[in-house]
């Protein structure tokens, strides 16, 4: 099994190469030794590793058949289909979308607004058919390991936040890399997100040794550790780091202050523009359904995404965790969940969007319907066993139980019966 079909380079401009899968197109970043004409991975943007044509060979004829069917079942689940009950506003707003036209705050307001089900089908349609058009039927895999759940921060709605009163682990510097070789080497993974609490017992020697040993995989190294200095950001990009999962959380600066005490707001973008700066792959977002959130503050979060250059735009839903001050808030509806997927997917039509694990949690047929919304990426957990039900950031993570290679079965049944395939999404 792979999450990652080879592809040709046909061309390099500077530091962008182009990549030809079965004839269509992409642009990475050049992060290997590689000529025109090799075959190559490329993850996330990144072209990761060169391969050897045999190697190559062996792969894409396999994925040639297949990939043509998948396209197939991609293009037919991607058509939209009005019921004629929907209203001229919302069609009025859609018909933008479809002319590629920017939508107003206002017009966004009324699609999160929108409850009636035949026209919240036409919005997750016409989100899914933009995302067809705009990223073809590429879908990013990548495989994320929770190093750590030791953590200096006490936010309000996070599991493992310092004070709760959880078991505690730390993998060895060894143990991390083992555990990504598996992933790489057994599982055929080729995106690996390092994530933990905010941690300073890996100081930047341990964190740099981690990246450059899982680098050398011929893999792309996500990196996910929190707020940290500028210069450890910089050193795990020097020793080969390409891409950080950096979350801000809320764009709502009252709502930050109160649910992150001794956080700083200006601090977190600062360190993601930062890491942009550094030619890091962006993925960022927020938490969908904070207590006292409002329309505007989800127009505002995917605004703010945008806004810093995320490439993949990670949000999910809070997941009430026992312990925590927010343990009692409601939680959110999905509805809610897919409006935000279909309105950051409108907002920026070329995007990474990610269903990520909460979401999941909170309803099982999600990850699908998320896909269907405009979505176009996932994350398999790849923490070994004996650590993820202590990776509690929230309850009811559908991973905890499951070993590995079911997650992935079921991953891949579910991305090839909507007819997505793992070629990367380039930039
Ligand atoms: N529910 C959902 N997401 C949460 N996170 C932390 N706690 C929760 C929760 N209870 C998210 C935060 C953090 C990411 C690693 O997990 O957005 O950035």
């Given at each position: 099994m792979c999450y990652a079909i080879p592809g040709k380079l046909v061309a390099i401009k500077g530091n962008i190469g182009v990549v030809d899968y079965f004839?269509?197109?992409?642009?990475?970043?050049?992060?290997?030794?590689?000529?025109?004409?090799?075959?190559?991975?490329?993850?996330?943007?990144?072209?990761?590793?060169?391969?050897?044509?045999?190697e190559a060979e062996n792969t894409?004829?396999?994925?040639?058949?297949?990939?043509?069917k998948l396209k197939e079942v991609d293009q037919r689940l991607s058509v939209v289909k009005k019921t004629g009950k929907e209203s001229a506003n919302t069609l009025a707003i859609l018909?933008?979308?479809?002319?590629?036209?920017?939508?107003?705050?206002?017009?966004m307001l009324a699609l999160l607004k929108l409850d009636n089900a035949s026209e919240l089908k036409l919005v997750y349609e016409t989100a899914n058919n933009l995302r067809q058009k705009e990223n073809d039927n590429a879908c990013c895999v990548h495989g994320i390991l929770e190093f750590s759940n030791y953590c200096r921060n006490d936010c309000h709605y996070c599991g493992i936040r310092?004070?709760?009163?959880?078991?505690?682990?730390?993998?060895?510097?060894?143990?991390?890399?083992?555990?990504?070789?598996?992933?790489?080497?057994?599982?055929?993974?080729?995106?690996?997100?390092?994530?933990?609490g905010e941690d300073e017992w890996y100081d930047d020697e341990k964190l740099a040794t981690v990246v450059r040993e899982i680098?050398?995989?011929?893999?792309?190294?996500?990196?996910?550790?929190?707020?940290?200095?500028?210069e450890t950001y910089k050193r795990l990009y020097d020793a080969g780091a390409?891409?950080?999962?950096?979350?801000?959380?809320?764009?709502?600066?009252?709502?930050?202050?109160?649910l992150r005490p001794g956080a700083n707001f200006d601090e977190r973008l600062e360190l993601i523009k930062y890491a942009k700066k550094l030619g890091y792959i962006i993925a960022t977002g927020f938490i969908v359904g904070l207590p006292g959130e409002s329309d505007e503050d989800i127009i505002?979060?995917?605004?703010?995404?945008?806004?810093?250059?995320?490439?993949?735009?990670?949000?999910?839903?809070?997941?009430p965790a026992e312990g925590t001050p927010l343990e009692k808030a409601p939680r959110t509806t999905k509805e809610r969940l897919l409006k935000t997927i279909a309105l950051a997917r409108f907002t920026d039509p070329e995007a990474k969007i990610l269903v990520t694990t909460a979401f999941e949690t909170l309803d099982i047929n999600a990850r699908r319907e998320g896909l269907l919304a405009g979505a176009n990426s996932l994350m398999l957990n790849i923490t070994p066993m004996q650590y993820r039900k202590l990776y509690h950031i929230y309850p009811g993570r559908p991973d905890t139980e499951?070993?590995?290679?079911?997650?992935?079965?079921?991953?891949?049944?579910?991305?090839?019966?909507?007819?997505?395939?793992?070629?990367d999404l380039g930039i």
């Open positions: 004839g269509e197109h992409r642009n990475v970043l050049l992060d290997a030794d590689a000529e025109v004409g090799d075959y190559v991975y490329a993850q996330g943007g990144v072209l990761i590793s060169k391969i050897s044509a045999e894409l004829s396999f994925w040639k058949e297949q990939f043509f018909q933008k979308v479809t002319a590629g036209k920017p939508l107003s705050k206002e017009d310092k004070s709760s009163k959880i078991k505690r682990y730390r993998m060895a510097t060894d143990e991390i890399i083992a555990a990504a070789e598996h992933a790489v080497k057994e599982l055929g993974f080729k995106a690996i997100v390092l994530q933990s680098r050398a995989m011929g893999v792309l190294v996500f990196i996910s550790i929190g707020v940290r200095s500028k390409r891409a950080v999962l950096l979350r801000f959380e809320t764009s709502n600066k009252t709502t930050f202050a109160q505002n979060n995917i605004l703010l995404t945008k806004s810093l250059g995320a490439d993949m735009y990670s949000f999910g839903p809070l997941i499951k070993k590995i290679e079911e997650g992935i079965k079921q991953t891949v049944e579910l991305l090839y019966s909507l007819g997505r395939a793992p070629t």
